[in-house]
Structure formats: C-alpha cells, structure tokens
C-alpha cells in the first residue's frame, strides 16, 4: 500500500504554473465571508470573474478530456490545483473552491444527456459561463425523492412544469437566472414510485421560474425557494430520455452528492487549526492547551478528522479501482460520519473556549470566525440527506432491507 | 497512491484465510479459554511450520523478511478467528524488542528458537500502579554481584504462563525523568523467587501476575544495556502495536459480518430483523468503526514500512491504537444488541470476541493513554 499521492518533476512544474496563475488572477486581499449570506455582489463578482478564468484553461474541471471544456489533466494534476487552492486558505481558496466544476450536474449529463444537452450545458458550465444549482428538495418532501410533485407534463414539443423547490442553492451568481437548475419532476403521474420520475437541466432564465432568497441561520451556502408556473421546457432539457429514466439520473447525482466519489486532497482540518490557536493563545498566563482536560477533547476531534481523512481517501481508491460493489456504503459512510460529528464538534469547541466560540465580532472571534461558523454547521446535517436518510441507504447498500426497497432499479 | 493489497499480499491473505478456517474453528477458541495453558501446541506448531511465526523478522535470524504491511495481512487472518495462543505477545512483540534492543548474540540466540516456536517469551511490563508509561515502572532491580535482583510484581502478564522466558522492565536507576533508568531484563520463567498466578475473569487471553522474590538475574541477560530500555521499548511498540490492531481489525470484521448473518436470519415480529432500521444503525455504526481501524492502522503500518519520519511514525500508531480499541469494544457492543440472548450464551462465539475486545482495549495503551501521547506529540 501507498498512502503518498506522488508528484512527478512534470507535476511540480505544473505547480508552479498553478502557484503563478492564483499569485497573479487571486486578489491577495480577497477575504470571502464565513457567511454566506455575507458574500456581496462585488465578491461575487471576483469570484465569477476568476470561474471564467479557470474555465477558460480547463481547470474547472480539470480532469475532464479537454473537448469538452476540461482541463484533459491527470489525478496528479487534480491534486496540485486542490492542494494549491486550499493553499490559500480562505478568501481566495474559497473563491476559487466555489467555482470547481461538481460531479453532481457533470456525471448525470454526460451519460444520460442528449447530445445538444451536452454540448450546451457542458460548454456554458465548464466555461465557468454559468454555475448549476441542485432544483430537487421539495416544501413537503424532504429528501423522499418519490414522493416528488413538482409535475412535467409533455404538450407538444415541450414539458410543461409546474411545482415548488426549496433550499436551492450552491454558489450565487449575480444574477440567479444565469444557473442551470437540475430539475427533477414527475413525468408520469401514476405510475409507481422509482419509475415515475423525469429530471431536466434547464435554464433558470426560462419564463415562469421565479426565486425567493430564505432567511437561514446561515452555514453552507445561500438558500433559495424556486417556483415554477407553467414553464414550458423544450425537451432537449430532458435527461435520460421520455422513458421516466429520472430514478436512475438522480442516483447518480445523490452518489456524488453522498460522498460516493471520495476525496484525493483533504485541507488542513479544523481540529489542527484549533490545536495551533490553543497552543498559541494564552489564559491566565498558560496556553489554553496546557490543560489536560482541552487536549484530551483537542485530540479526539483530530481523531474523527483522521477518520474523515481516510474514508474520503478509501472512498476514492475504491472508487477509482472499480472495488465500490463489494463495498457500496462507503461514499455514505463518510458524508453520515461528518453529520454526527458536527453536533459533538460544536459541543467541543464550546468545551474548550467558552463563549467565544459563538461570537463572530472581528476582535474576539476565533479562527477568522470558522469556530463560530462550526457552532452554526453543528445544527446543519440534513443536507443531502439526513442522517437518518443516510443510515437507510447504508443498510441497503450493506443488504439488510427488504427487497421492494431497493431503491432503484 | 495506491491502497490495494499487492498480488502476493492477497494470496497470503487467502491462503491464511483458508488455512485458519480449517485449524482454527471457534470451538478450538473456546477451548483453549478454559484450558491452562490458554493456546492449542499443535496449532502452534502447524503454524510455525507454515513460517509465520517471526513473520516480520529478519531471514539472517529466521525470521520471514515481511513488510509490516505483509505482517498485518497476516494478523488480520488471525484475529478473524481469534487465533489463541502467543503468536503477537513472543515473535511479534517480545521478537521487536529483541530486534531493535538485544545484542547479537541475544539476537541469535533468541530470535531463530521464538521463530521455529521452540521458545516463547512474554513481556512482563505493568504493574499494581497500572499505566503504560515510564512512571508506572517501579519494580526494583538492585545491582549485586555483577547482577542484578528484581524484587516486586507485574500484573497482567500476557502469556506468562507458557513462556519460557519474560522479559522483565525494571528500574534501575531514579531519575527526574522516569523514562531514564529503565532497564529490561531476560528472566527464565524458572528462575527461582519468580512465580506465575493467572488472573481469571471476563478476558480475552491469559493473563498473569508475577512475583519477583529476590530473582537474580545476571548482567548478560540485559537486552541492550542498562537503563537504555525506554527507548528500547519505543522503537519496538511503534512496530508491534499496528500489527495488533491488525489483528483486532480482524475481530471487528469478523463481528461485524455474524452479525449481518444474524440479522439477515433471525426473525422477529414476522420479519427479519435486520428490516428493523434501529437494528441497521448498530451494523451502520459497525462498519463505521470497523473502516475506521481498518485505515488508521493500514496507514500506520505503510509510514513504518516507508520509515517516514520517526514522529510520523509514532502518530499514526497512537492513532490506529486508539482507534484500534475503541472499534473493536464499539462493534462487539453492537453485536450484543443485535444478537440480544444468543450473544451472551457460550454456545455461540461472540462473548469470545467481546472479551477479547476488552482485553486489547487496554493492551499497549488504551485510548485514553494513546491520546495523552498524541497530545505530546502536538507539542501540547
């Protein structure tokens, strides 16, 4: 085993291409809010100016072939321009972050899309030209995708869309009708769960989509409701053909979405970070780590990160070698570890600093405010999925559950 | 980056497998739990005739030459069947200690013998002020003629009982720093003023108290040399302690799919109970642990294996220990609330598994002990 991601001489050349490129197109100064109900529209901006940019030399999706708007990169090459980025810490590395490419939208068009699909959506959104919103939770729904109503009813040449979304969105654009919305509906009311439903890429400038900013305490990103009133979608949209495929492309999508592709590169974690500041900051004359009590709980947060570490990094390996059948919890494993250590981690960090940990004033926050973003992430586990949610789809995937619940075909 | 097995390491890993099942059935465990000496001899002998005791040591002492990723391919076999007897205690641990801290001609003494399996050798370290660190050594060794006499007690002694040597660490010397002033000792288990008495209870191996009455011990059996043997120690539990969680990997593994059996077959309320979603958490959070130290000590072995950094080294083990133990406790918990009645009764493996998790949590540093390493290692 080797446990080494190993950088070629060519590699690192690469690296001090990357490390020129973000020194000269990353403004030094660039501080990106821990909130992102925060984030202003000159931030914005910055950052969509830099996503051009990057889609302009294939690093949005850098390893993706090059014709069709990737970077036509190795993993090795991936892992420099993540390293590189994360590098920078926040302001720069979170602007240039939220512009990579996510498997979520690519995976699903490209093996399920029509060709003109692919050529117009991969071209705009590996450009960096758009950004792409998962359209999927609904108001009653949750995450029981079955049970969707959002409806597309096929008139002629196009669907027509009627339905409500909510907590939609990832990175804003300027303006929200420049984003492609993946819109799963329900194409055949009636038919049985798994085969009824219909998942589009569609324009959110489409006529009849409306959205509305929701006020959230803010952790991940900003949140949106999306309606749709009689949007008449040209079928080109439509992912996976008339045959009420969506089940199969939304597997897809929540694979992702569920940590199935693991990750290469891991940033520092925030259990180090905290090591630093404890090590480094004083009480009563004495580094806050000198207590044997706040290193106990400083070391078991770093545990779980390595833990964290290391699905992410078998997840990957497995992920890439084909060995995922025998194995198919682990994308799950690792996204279900991170939601219930989040409320334990926000408990600890309150252990170890006391009230500071929830204050984000400039003068007395801690970590440039990440700990009180921490606070708020510890009530933020739903996102793609519950734990709950999660823990079912590892069950099924270890093959405990009943054979109707499958989930799929 | 690779984290696959290799072609070789796979075959070992089947070739154990298969030969373990056959020889080692959970009735031969449960056997030798009741039994004195705590292990099958003609297990013992099968598998040293097989090469793999002295696994991991070097061919010039007939040793295997394996890598210790090689070794806890190995030990993971082992500890899926709870393989019984000193196969870690002798060639692994008290064979690292030799290893890194014996002279050569304690090396070529000791060594070939515990390889063959003709000699087995224990560790006697903890004592009634129970700990894993230098200032838990106080069991006294005096200088007298051109020796030494060690007087005082070692609890928990693994393996004792069928040893044919311990090795012994003992003060020397009182120093500011405790990890000064410990000296290890090759003691024959019949050295005279030495006894042996098992402690019984809920536990996973035997274990020994033993009693030093004026043991006289002579110079030549030091391994190194005086007061050097903390550091001894190190270097050997940095290789040692991955390769027992390997082995408790292995229980973990082997926990966890009983239990995915069991709840595939048992029934209750007219269904399987594995349908039962609060009966999936307790296999979801198995296998959460069981990856866990899965990795942790994979990672460890592969930095010692590429001898990165010794700092490095000593991270990921203390990490791969602490969760290691933690793990293996978690998942036979677990099993317990699934299998309910069936898990505690002695016709059914689990309780094996369950006290050998409680036995190894401890073993070489539970997790609260490790953590307090790491703390260190951070500078805090």
Redesign the interface.
């Known amino acids: 085993?080797?446990?080494?991601?190993?950088f070629t001489k060519e590699s690192e050349e690469f690296r001090k291409e990357v490390r020129a490129w973000l020194k000269e197109n990353v403004p030094a100064d660039l501080e990106w809010p821990v909130d992102p109900y925060d984030v202003t529209p000159e931030l914005i901006k910055v950052r969509d100016d830099l996503r051009r940019k990057l889609g302009a030399k294939g690093w949005l999706a850098p390893d993706f072939p090059k014709e069709l708007g990737g970077g036509g990169l190795t993993e090795e090459h991936v892992a420099v321009l993540h390293e590189e980025t994360m590098r920078m810490g926040r302001g720069g590395g979170a602007a240039v972050l939220g512009g990579f490419a996510s498997d979520l939208f690519v995976g699903p068009v490209l093996r399920y899309g029509p060709e003109e699909l692919k050529r117009e959506f991969l071209r705009s959104y590996l450009r960096g030209e758009k950004s792409a919103w998962l359209n999927e939770t609904e108001p009653d729904h949750g995450t029981d995708n079955a049970a969707m109503e959002t409806t597309a009813i096929l008139d002629g040449d196009e669907y027509v869309v009627n339905g409500e979304k909510i907590y939609i969105g990832r990175e804003d654009p300027l303006d929200w009708r420049d984003t492609w919305l993946f819109t799963p509906t329900v194409t055949k009311p009636g038919a049985p769960r798994h085969e009824n439903l219909g998942v589009f890429m569609m324009p959110a400038s489409l006529p009849g989509i409306s959205c509305e900013v929701i006020p959230l305490i803010g952790a991940e990103a900003r949140k949106n409701r999306i309606f749709m009133k009689n949007v008449r979608v040209p079928t080109r949209y439509l992912i996976g053909g008339p045959e009420a495929r969506g089940w199969d492309v939304l597997q897809l999508s929540l694979r992702a979405e569920h940590g199935g592709g693991g990750a290469?590169v891991h940033r520092e974690p925030l259990s180090s970070r905290l090591?630093r500041y404890?090590?480094e900051t004083k009480r009563n004359n004495r580094?806050i780590?000198?207590d044997?009590f706040i290193?106990?709980i400083?070391?078991?947060l770093?545990?779980e990160d390595?833990?964290s570490r290391?699905?992410g990094?078998?997840t990957y390996?497995?992920g890439k070698?084909g060995?995922f059948a025998g194995v198919a919890?682990?994308g799950v494993?690792n996204a279900?570890?991170g939601k219930v250590e989040a409320p334990k981690v926000a408990k600890s960090i309150l252990d170890i600093l006391g009230p500071v940990a929830v204050t984000s004033d400039p003068e007395l926050r801690v970590l440039a405010g990440e700990v009180e973003r921490a606070e708020r992430m510890g009530c933020v586990t739903h996102i793609a999925g519950t734990p709950?949610t999660l823990?079912?789809l590892?069950?099924r995937a270890?093959?405990?559950?009943?054979p109707y619940e499958k989930g799929g075909k | 980056m690779n984290l696959s097995l290799t072609p070789e390491q796979e075959k070992l890993q089947k070739e154990a497998r298969e030969f373990l099942a056959k020889e080692c059935p959970w009735t031969l465990v449960k056997e030798a739990d009741t039994s004195k000496s705590g292990f099958s001899k003609e297990l013992w002998n099968k598998v040293a005739a097989k090469g793999w005791l002295g696994f991991p040591l070097p061919k010039k002492y007939g040793g295997g030459g394996a890598s210790l990723t090689d070794t806890a391919v190995l030990y993971e076999e082992m500890g899926r069947v709870l393989l019984p007897g000193p196969y870690f205690s002798s060639t692994v641990l008290c064979g690292q200690i030799v290893l890194e801290g014996g002279t050569e001609e304690q090396k070529e003494e000791l060594i070939p013998a515990m390889a063959k399996g003709k000699k087995i050798l224990a560790l006697a370290f903890t004592e009634p002020d129970y700990g894993w660190g230098a200032e838990c050594i106080h069991l006294s060794a005096a200088p007298n003629n051109g020796g030494f006499i060690l007087n005082g007690k070692k609890h928990f002694v693994h393996d004792a009982q069928i040893a044919d040597q311990i090795i012994c660490v003992a003060r020397t010397k009182e120093t500011v720093n405790p990890e000064e002033g410990i000296t290890l000792f090759l003691v024959d288990m019949k050295s005279p003023g030495l006894s042996c008495r098992d402690l019984p209870g809920f536990v996973g191996e035997k274990q020994n108290e033993l009693t030093f009455d004026a043991v006289k011990v002579p110079f030549s059996r030091i391994i190194g040399d005086t007061n050097i043997g903390w550091s001894i120690l190190n270097k050997a539990f940095t290789k040692a302690i991955p390769v027992l969680c390997a082995f408790m990997v292995g229980g973990c593994q082997h926990v966890f799919e009983m239990t995915v059996d069991y709840s595939r077959t048992r029934k209750a309320f007219g269904q399987n109970i594995g349908f039962f979603q609060w009966v999936q958490t307790y296999v979801i959070n198995q296998t959460n642990d069981l990856e866990a130290a899965r990795w942790t000590m994979y990672e460890a072995v592969f930095k010692i294996d590429a001898e990165k950094p010794e700092n490095e080294q000593a991270i990921a083990v203390s990490l791969a220990k602490a969760v290691a133990s933690d793990a293996y406790y978690e998942v036979c918990s677990n099993a317990h609330e699934v299998h309910a009645g069936r898990g505690i009764q002695l016709e059914f493996p689990l309780y094996l598994y369950t006290q050998k998790a409680r036995t190894l949590y401890t073993y070489l540093g539970d997790p609260s002990h490790h953590r307090g390493h790491l703390a260190r290692l951070f500078g805090m």
């Open positions: 085993m080797d446990f080494d991601v190993h290469l090591i404890c090590k580094p780590s000198d044997p290193q106990d400083l070391v078991k770093w545990i390595q833990k290391l699905y990094l078998s390996w497995m070698t060995k919890y682990k494993q279900l570890h709950e823990k079912i590892a069950g270890i093959g405990m559950t009943r």
